[in-house]
C-alpha cells in the first residue's frame, strides 16, 4: 500500500514569514494530493490539491509543488498569519481509492 | 461548515459496551469514508462506502462495521469496546470514488472508553 512520511513534525515561525511542509509517497500511481488543515476541536479540511499532470498550484498565499520523479510534494505557505496555526495533513491515494494521510505537522505563527 | 454531519459530538462509555456513529454526507455526495484518529496513530482509513456498497477496507477491526443506507447516511458500530477504541472518528464524503475525488470531513465523534 502507499506509505507517506511528513516533515516536519513541529514548525514554528513568525508572523509573516514563510512555512513549508514536506511529504514524500511511495507508489507511484498515486496522481492527486491534497493536503488538510485541522484546527483545534475540528475535522481536516481540504486547502489545496494537485494532480499529478501539473507541478504546482497556487491558491493565494498557498501553493503546492509536485515532483513526480522525486515522488515528493510541498505545501508552502507565504505571509503567515496566526490563523494560520494549526496541524496540518498531506495525503495520497496510493491504487484505491482511500486517503494515506502523513502524520502530521504542527504549525505554530507566533507575533 | 463542509456540509458533512456527525451525531454525536460526544460519547463516553465503558469497555465491552457497543455504539454506533452516525454520519450524513453533503447533499450529492455518494461515497462515505470513515477514518479514526488516535494520538499515537494519526489519521487511519477504515472504511468506504458508494451508494450503499462497499467500497474499500482498511485498518478496521473485526469488531467495527458499517453500513450505508438507501438515504445516504452511514452508521459505523463499535462493538466489545476497549480501550484503545478511545479516539476521534470523523466521516467524509465525496462526489463519487471513480479517479481520485476531493474527500470533505465532519466535525467528528470524540469517543472515550472507560
Known amino acids: 500500500g502507499e506509505n507517506v512520511e511528513q516533515h516536519p513534525s513541529t514548525l514554528s515561525v513568525q508572523e509573516g514569514d514563510s512555512a513549508v511542509i514536506k511529504c514524500t509517497y511511495s507508489?507511484?500511481?498515486?496522481?492527486?494530493f491534497p493536503w488538510y488543515k485541522q484546527e483545534l476541536g475540528k475535522g481536516p479540511q481540504l486547502i489545496i490539491d494537485?494532480?499529478?499532470?501539473?507541478g504546482e498550484k497556487k491558491d493565494q498565499r498557498i501553493a503546492v509543488t509536485l515532483n513526480k520523479t522525486a515522488k515528493h510534494f510541498s505545501l508552502h505557505i507565504t505571509e503567515t498569519q496566526p490563523e494560520d496555526s494549526a496541524v496540518y495533513f498531506c495525503?495520497?491515494?496510493?491504487?484505491?481509492?482511500?486517503?494515506?494521510f502523513g502524520t502530521g505537522t504542527r504549525l505554530q505563527v507566533t507575533l | 461548515d463542509s456540509g458533512v454531519t456527525q451525531t454525536p459530538k460526544h460519547l463516553i462509555t465503558a469497555t465491552g459496551q457497543r455504539v454506533t456513529l452516525r454520519c450524513s454526507p453533503r447533499?450529492?455526495?455518494?461515497?462515505v469514508y470513515w477514518y479514526q484518529q488516535s494520538l499515537d496513530q494519526g489519521l487511519q482509513f477504515l472504511i468506504q462506502?458508494?451508494?450503499?456498497?462497499?467500497?474499500a477496507k482498511g485498518n478496521i477491526l473485526e469488531r467495527f462495521s458499517a453500513q450505508q443506507f438507501p438515504d445516504l447516511h452511514s452508521e459505523l458500530n463499535l462493538s466489545s469496546l476497549e480501550l484503545g477504541d478511545s479516539a476521534l472518528y470523523f466521516c467524509?464524503?465525496?462526489?463519487?470514488?471513480?479517479?481520485?475525488?476531493?474527500?470533505?470531513f465532519g466535525p467528528g465523534t470524540r469517543l472515550t472508553v472507560l
Open positions: 462506502y458508494y451508494n450503499g456498497e462497499e467500497r
Open positions: 467524509a464524503s465525496s462526489v463519487a470514488t471513480g479517479g481520485f475525488d476531493e474527500q470533505f
Open positions: 495525503a495520497a491515494p496510493g491504487t484505491a481509492s482511500k486517503l494515506t
Open positions: 447533499s450529492g455526495d455518494l461515497s
Open positions: 494537485i494532480r499529478s499532470n501539473v
Open positions: 507508489d507511484s500511481a498515486s496522481n492527486y
